[in-house]
């Protein structure tokens, strides 16, 4: 019982890092339209920025996530920019393609930059575990911390879509981008916001990723990535609820399957679930059904 | 007879394939064709395959699919096998005749995986489908890593997550198929690309192909025509397993060892970008973008530790020159003039 | 035979609630549909919908905007499953059935916004709706047996036959999607009509015709619905074709029926004019 509540809570921690970087692919589809697949390099670069942060300036764990929140909002703005701006009108699949692109271009600058050779990444947060059951049932800060900042990003991000000016932007470009031009809504500046916002979500989502998986690599980020855009199409992909609840079900699944079941079969089936689910709910579980006109 | 547009197209796409193969052969015999080139040859046959039957299914049929690597790997383990049950149980000496049916033999099964999976896939659309397609690749490497063969005597077994099996093992779970029996032989890639030219450009000119492209013009259109819309798009989307299926076949006879890893999701985009790249729906672009772009990382060799960079580099500023209304136009305009050779179908009828 | 006159047709009271030409009267109505209603979230779109079209009859649905008319064609040819109701094709109900089954029953559908295979060439267009009258399967295609050589001639000739109905066989190797907008509607015609149908049913259309392409069109129809002789149910804005070809007319506002009977009767319906024009103030 205990042990598995011991998963049970790793999951939702796992869960919780899958879940913010769920929104930023999740943010950048719904107004974009578009898989934005070099998303999960970004965490890669975000969390190879506050290691040098901390690791060459010495500076502290708080500043560092700042620093690789600042880099990755403009990496997220330049790759937006330069790579698919220019796409806007072209065909799905190219775009998808140019993020392909991207995302090999942000491995191979990182693998020049920091080599193949994993990094160990420093524990940010240790300031101790909570101890329950005897000690049977250990918390560590990490978890506590990665689950907290899940919830405070939730929060703000559901007020600054549904309260805000930009956020109410966000969700008219996101449902029809002609009909928010012609209201005055600057498109092009809205979907760099998007980028931006989703960016620095992934920077937060390296930092916490690495804290609780301590090997730092080029590749580091595109599993999660993966894993992380499963979890966004689960919960509805445009659904920032919908990323949240697929980010967590899948962390849940992902690593009571790997005790419980098999820890080869792990991955399988989160995948497994994925499938069964967009059977009985193709859109995911808080998408909307798209009907087609005839 | 005046021989038809599509005829004529396809004419060029085999004469270049097979010019390209005589070409081969003569730098193989004149010793022109550096070793690294070489080694290259059967996995460049292997991708063209690969992105041929990919585009079956993105181009043709018009789905998104992001696991085709999950195919190969089915084909690849199916085959090696095969192949080392035909040595090992019935002696078959003759290499061409084992590595042939190892190729049937992926193929089959890669196609069974592909009726399986096409039941649920093809009821979803869209980016809906892409990610199921991801998700499948990714279970059946993880299968791949669990599963268990060896040849003892003259009968396969075959165990889920044991690796303690009686005889020779044959595939050793995550560790992979090792001395493995090389059989593959170029001639054979050269072959297998005329084979999976034929099914493909001869599907598309006929009946189901034709219903195959109607569906991706427009699904409710077909549909209101008579056309089974599932069973266009399974019909796809299995010829596309099957082929992929034999290329990995060829492929994992090609190499002493091979393990699941090889057929990771990054295979499947490698694949994918191919398609794009080479065209979608234009086989013979899918041909000459497979070649190309296996080789480039060779041909970048002098830029050393950036040859991966540069690639991302290129691959960004193909798509943007060839998908940017500004760029293309730009480019356009720097290409010379050509007096169109064959006049238009409407001067042409008419006139 | 085919000199037969729209003006001549009398209409003839059959069962209850339709009428149909006096010369289908003894023949198995081509379309029977019997208290068809559809529901979206509790908005009743179409409601208590019945109809009978004769075997060589040129019928017209005609109603304000939104009034459900395309609404009906779906539901005719299965695209929404009726929610209530009943609809029998050449006297075979088609409950539980999906769009191809309906189509080799025998109703084929033009679109209100085209809906062409645009890449694909004007002559495979056609072949399209010929695909099931062909019978050949996946291998004879690849490995290009006797059969595939011979039904693609028979297929071939075929589209073109079809296609010179509107003098388009010139343009058998076009791509469809480049075709100007009026052959366009006119391609989706010989398409649908290519699937060998009882009833043709035409989304609007003359939409997007100038006049004279409308007065051909309302010749080629009935020249379709003479050689072929089959019934055509047309959706329809421009009056003049409705009143000059359609032989029963049925008025549809909000979901319901509110006339049915010759194009004399509808323009001096007053309930119509109603519909139409808005009620008149003071009367």
Redesign the interface.
Same mark, same amino acid.
């Given at each position: 019982m205990v042990s598995f509540l011991r998963f049970f809570i790793n999951g939702i921690s796992l869960g919780s890092v899958y879940a913010i970087i769920a929104l930023g692919y999740t943010m950048v589809?719904g107004i974009a339209k578009m &898989?934005n697949f070099a998303h999960g390099d970004v965490i890669m670069v975000g969390a190879y920025v506050s290691f040098c942060a901390m690791q060459y300036l010495q500076l502290p764990p708080a500043l560092s996530v700042l620093c690789a929140m600042v880099v990755c909002t403009v990496l997220g703005v330049i790759i937006e920019g330069l790579?698919y701006r /220019? $796409?806007r009108?072209?065909?799905s &699949? =190219?775009v !998808? +393609? %140019?993020a #392909? *692109?991207?995302s090999? @271009?942000l491995q191979?600058?990182a $693998? !020049?930059i920091w080599s193949s050779n994993p990094k160990v990444y420093p524990s940010v947060f240790s300031v101790g575990a909570i101890r329950l059951f005897d000690g049977e049932l250990l918390i560590t800060s990490e978890t506590l911390l990665t689950i907290f900042a899940n919830i405070v990003i939730m929060i703000a991000l559901t007020l600054f879509t549904g309260r805000t000016k930009v956020g109410k932007a966000m969700r008219a470009v996101s449902e029809d981008k002609g009909a928010a031009e012609l209201m005055g809504i600057n498109v092009n500046r809205t979907i760099s916001l998007t980028f931006a916002i989703g960016s620095a979500l992934a920077a937060i989502a390296g930092v916490l990723l690495c804290s609780a998986y301590p090997t730092l690599q080029p590749t580091t980020g595109s599993m999660p990535g #993966?894993k992380a @855009? %499963?979890a966004a199409?689960f919960g509805g #992909?445009g659904s920032i609820p919908g990323a949240m609840i697929g980010g967590l079900l899948l962390g849940v699944i992902e690593i009571l399957g790997k005790a419980y079941v098999?820890t080869? $079969?792990g991955?399988?089936l989160v @995948? =497994?679930v !994925? +499938?069964i689910v &967009? !059977?009985f709910k /193709?859109? *995911?579980l808080l998408g909307k059904p798209v009907h087609?006109k005839? | 007879m005046k021989l038809k547009k599509n005829t004529i197209n396809n004419l060029i796409t085999y004469i270049m394939v097979i010019a390209a193969f005589l070409l081969c052969q003569w730098m193989l015999a004149s010793g022109k064709m550096t070793r690294s080139l070489k080694g290259q040859l059967i996995p460049i046959c292997v991708y063209i395959v690969m992105a041929v039957s990919l585009n079956l299914v993105v181009g043709i049929s018009g789905e998104l699919s992001l696991g085709h690597a999950g195919f190969m790997s089915v084909g690849a383990f199916s085959g090696i096998v095969m192949s080392a049950w035909l040595a090992g149980a019935f002696q078959m000496e003759n290499e061409i005749v084992r590595l042939l049916l190892a190729m049937a033999c992926g193929g089959v099964f890669a196609g069974i995986a592909g009726v399986l999976i096409g039941i649920p896939v093809l009821r979803l659309r869209g980016d809906y489908l892409a990610i199921v397609t991801l998700a499948f690749g990714e279970i059946i490497r993880n299968i791949m890593n669990c599963l268990y063969f060896s040849l003892d005597g003259s009968r396969i077994r075959i165990s889920f997550n044991n690796p303690n099996l009686p005889g020779t093992i044959l595939i050793n779970g995550p560790a992979g198929a090792a001395g493995v029996d090389k059989i593959s032989t170029f001639g054979m890639g050269f072959a297998l690309i005329l084979f999976s030219l034929f099914v493909v450009l001869n599907l598309v000119n006929s009946r189901s192909g034709r219903a195959i492209m109607a569906i991706r013009d427009n699904r409710i259109a077909a549909e209101a025509m008579g056309i089974n819309v599932t069973k266009y798009k399974m019909m796809a989307f299995v010829t596309s397993a099957v082929l992929a299926g034999m290329a990995g076949a060829l492929y994992g006879l090609n190499f002493s060892t091979i393990t699941a890893s090889k057929f990771k999701f990054d295979t499947s985009i490698l694949v994918l970008v191919f398609v794009v790249l080479g065209g979608i729906g234009n086989i013979r672009g899918s041909i000459i973008a497979a070649t190309l772009l296996t080789i480039l990382p060779e041909l970048l060799r002098a830029f050393n530790d950036y040859r991966m960079l540069v690639y991302a580099i290129v691959l960004i500023l193909v798509m943007l020159m060839t998908n940017n209304p500004t760029m293309r136009a730009f480019f356009e305009r720097l290409r010379p003039k050509r007096s169109k050779g064959e006049p238009t179908a409407k001067e042409g009828e008419s006139a | 035979m085919t000199q037969r006159q729209n003006e001549k047709t009398r209409m003839v009271p059959v069962p209850t609630y339709a009428i149909v030409p006096e010369r289908d009267v003894d023949k198995r109505p081509v379309l029977e549909a019997r208290h068809l209603g559809i529901e979206f979230g509790g908005l009743k779109a179409v409601e208590d919908f019945n109809m009978i079209v004769g075997r060589t009859e040129i019928a017209g649905l005609i109603g304000p905007n939104g009034a459900g008319k395309t609404t009906v064609f779906n539901l005719l040819t299965k695209v929404y499953q009726p929610t209530s109701g009943t609809i029998l094709i050449d006297g075979k109900d088609t409950a539980g059935m999906n769009t191809v089954q309906a189509n080799k029953l025998g109703i084929a559908r033009t679109f209100q916004n085209i809906r062409l295979f645009s890449n694909m060439s004007v002559e495979d267009n056609v072949r399209i709706g010929l695909h099931n009258q062909v019978k050949y399967g996946m291998f004879s295609g690849i490995f290009r047996l006797p059969a595939y050589w011979r039904q693609e001639k028979r297929q071939h000739e075929q589209a073109l036959e079809l296609l010179s109905i509107f003098d388009m066989q010139d343009m058998a190797s076009v791509k469809a999607g480049s075709l100007p907008y009026g052959a366009q509607r006119r391609l989706e015609i010989v398409r649908a009509l290519a699937t060998n149908p009882l009833l043709l049913l035409l989304d609007e259309p003359a939409a997007g015709m100038n006049p004279h392409e409308t007065e051909e069109l309302m010749e080629n129809i009935i020249k379709i619905r003479d050689k072929f002789q089959i019934a055509v149910m047309l959706i329809e804005h421009d009056m003049n074709l409705v009143m000059g070809i359609c032989e029963g007319i049925c008025v549809l506002n909000y979901g319901r029926i509110i006339a049915k009977g010759t194009a004399e009767e509808i323009q001096s319906n007053p309930t119509v004019i109603e519909a139409y024009l808005g009620k008149r103030k003071g009367a």
């Open positions: 589809y &898989l790579a /220019p $796409l009108q072209a065909a &699949l =190219a !998808l +393609i %140019t #392909i *692109g991207v090999y @271009f191979n600058m $693998l !020049l #993966i @855009f %499963t199409v #992909i098999s080869e $079969l991955d399988a @995948f =497994a !994925l +499938i &967009l !059977l /193709p859109s *995911g087609e005839v | - | -």
